[in-house]
């Protein structure tokens, strides 16, 4: 199924109670990038569909920092 084929099946609306620093984090995310709470959920959740994906296929994942140097995201199950 293709990104569009995706975005245009039929919706699911749904509740979350969030704890309040994290519906604050939330609100930040979606301020700073110009996107509505719904939007920065989907994301946060595709990231970590992504991420999940790639470490259970054995990728790790990395963060560069300033200055070239590598760092590896080690994820607690």
């Known amino acids: 199924m293709s990104t569009t ?7 699911v609306r749904l509740n ?3 704890a ?3 519906a604050e984090a939330l609100q930040h995310l ?4 110009g996107i509505s709470l719904s939007e920065a959920v ?3 959740i595709s990231t970590e ?3 999940q994906e790639m470490r259970d296929s054995g ?6 920092e300033n200055g070239g ?8 199950r």
């Open 59 to 64: 990728g790790k994942v990395l963060i560069e």
């Open 5 to 11: 084929e995706i975005r245009n099946a039929k919706k």
């Open 42 to 44: 989907r994301r946060a």
């Open 16 to 18: 979350a109670d969030l």
């Open 20 to 22: 309040p620093d994290v």
């Open 69 to 76: 140097r590598l760092k590896e995201l080690v994820f607690v």
């Open 30 to 33: 979606a301020a700073r990038n």
């Open 49 to 51: 569909a992504y991420l």
